[in-house]
């Protein structure tokens, strides 16, 4: 799991390593995390041109989803 992830779980009060890491919840979570970090990303489509380019829109999107870890 991404580190950032982690620490926003545990922000959070949801994780806890000691205790999540070593069973499915850990998993769980963490698909959570990527559904977020990807819906975050896919709101940089809505800037996009109308034949579904921008250049930023592409930057921005890469770059979320690079902090935090996830692959498109």
């Keep these: 799991m991404n580190e950032r992830i982690k620490q926003l ?12 890491d070593a069973i499915d ?3 769980q979570m963490e698909k959570f ?4 970090v990807e819906e975050c990303a896919k709101v940089c489509d809505l800037y996009a041109m109308p034949d579904g380019t921008s250049e930023t829109a592409i930057i ?3 770059a ?3 902090k935090f870890g996830v692959e498109e």
């Design 9 to 20: 779980l545990n922000q959070a009060g949801i994780y806890q390593p000691d205790r999540f």
């Design 25 to 27: 919840g850990s998993n």
């Design 33 to 36: 995390a990527e559904l977020i």
């Design 60 to 62: 921005l999107a890469y």
């Design 64 to 66: 979320i989803r690079r």
